[in-house]
Antibody, heavy 122, light 111 residues
Framework: EVQLAESGGGLVQPGGSLRLSCAVSGFTLSSYDIHWVRQATGRGLEWISAIDKTGGTYYPGSVKGRFTVSRDNTKNSVYLQIDSLRAEDTAVYYC????????????????WGQGTMVAVSS | QSVLTQPPSVSGAPGQRVTISCTGTSSNIGTGYDVHWYQQLPGTAPKLLISSNTNRPSGVPDRFSGSKSGTSASLAITGLQAEDEADYYCQSYDSRLRGSVFGGGTKLTVL
C-alpha cells in the first residue's frame, strides 16, 4: 500500500527548532517529488515547501530562510527542518506526493500523510 | 487572504446539485496552470478529488466533476449525499509567487 507517515511534531518554545520526518512506503521515493503543506486549526491549507527528484528545493516567501526540506532516498524519508519557530507556525503539517502526470509546476498531490501537529508556545 | 478565492460555504439538500467556484488571476489559473480539488472530511487529511481541471482519480464517484474557464474553475457535485459534507479546496500554481497556492476552502453542508 502506498503510504506517507509524518512524525516529529510536538510542543516547542518560540525560537526553537524542530525536524519533521515523512516516511514513505509502497513506492520508490527517488522517483517522486514531495511537498509539505500545513493547516492551522480551523484554517485552510498552506503550501510550505517542495523537494523534487533531483533534490531541488522550493519555498514560499513566507517561510524561506527558516524552513529547510531535504530527502534521503536510502531511508525512504523526507525531512522538514523548521527553525526560529513562531506562534503562527502552530499547525498540522502534512507531507504529500506529487501525482504522476501532473502538469509542469502545477503539481497535484495524490497521496497525503495523516499529519503531525506542531504547537509553538511558551 | 488566499490567492484563490472560494465561497466560505455552500449547502444543498440530499440529491441536489451544488457547485463550488474557485477564482484566480492572470498569474495562476488565467495563465493556464491546472486546477486541482481536494475533499477534507473532519479530522482527516485532504484527499485528491479532481486533478488537472477535470480528471477523477480512481475511486472518486462520477458525481464529482471539475471544469475550468479563463481565470476560474468550478467543482460540481450532483446527487448530493450526507457523506459529501466536508471542506473542499482548490489548488493551482502561481507564477508570481512561484509556488503552489490554495483557495481558502469551502464548507459544504448537506441539509
Amino acid at each position: 500500500e502506498v503510504q506517507l507517515a509524518e512524525s516529529g511534531g510536538g510542543l516547542v518554545q518560540p525560537g526553537g527548532s524542530l525536524r519533521l520526518s515523512c516516511a514513505v512506503s509502497g513506492f520508490t521515493l527517488s522517483s517522486y517529488d514531495i511537498h509539505w503543506v500545513r493547516q492551522a486549526t480551523g484554517r485552510g491549507l498552506e503550501w510550505i515547501s517542495a523537494i523534487d527528484k533531483t533534490g531541488g528545493t522550493y519555498y514560499p516567501g513566507s517561510v524561506k530562510g527558516r524552513f529547510t526540506v531535504s530527502r534521503d532516498n536510502t531511508k525512504n524519508s523526507v525531512y522538514l527542518q523548521i527553525d526560529s519557530l513562531r506562534a503562527e507556525d502552530t499547525a498540522v503539517y502534512y507531507c504529500a506526493r506529487r501525482a504522476p502526470g501532473s502538469q509542469s509546476y502545477s503539481d497535484a498531490f495524490d497521496i497525503w500523510g495523516q499529519g503531525t501537529m506542531v504547537a509553538v508556545s511558551s | 487572504q488566499s490567492v484563490l478565492t472560494q465561497p466560505p460555504s455552500v449547502s444543498g439538500a440530499p440529491g441536489q446539485r451544488v457547485t463550488i467556484s474557485c477564482t484566480g488571476t492572470s498569474s495562476n489559473i488565467g495563465t493556464g496552470y491546472d486546477v486541482h480539488w481536494y475533499q477534507q472530511l473532519p479530522g482527516t487529511a485532504p484527499k485528491l478529488l479532481i486533478s488537472s481541471n477535470t480528471n477523477r482519480p480512481s475511486g472518486v464517484p462520477d458525481r464529482f466533476s471539475g471544469s475550468k474557464s479563463g481565470t476560474s474553475a468550478s467543482l460540481a457535485i450532483t446527487g448530493l449525499q450526507a457523506e459529501d459534507e466536508a471542506d473542499y479546496y482548490c489548488q493551482s500554481y502561481d507564477s508570481r509567487l512561484r509556488g503552489s497556492v490554495f483557495g481558502g476552502g469551502t464548507k459544504l453542508t448537506v441539509l
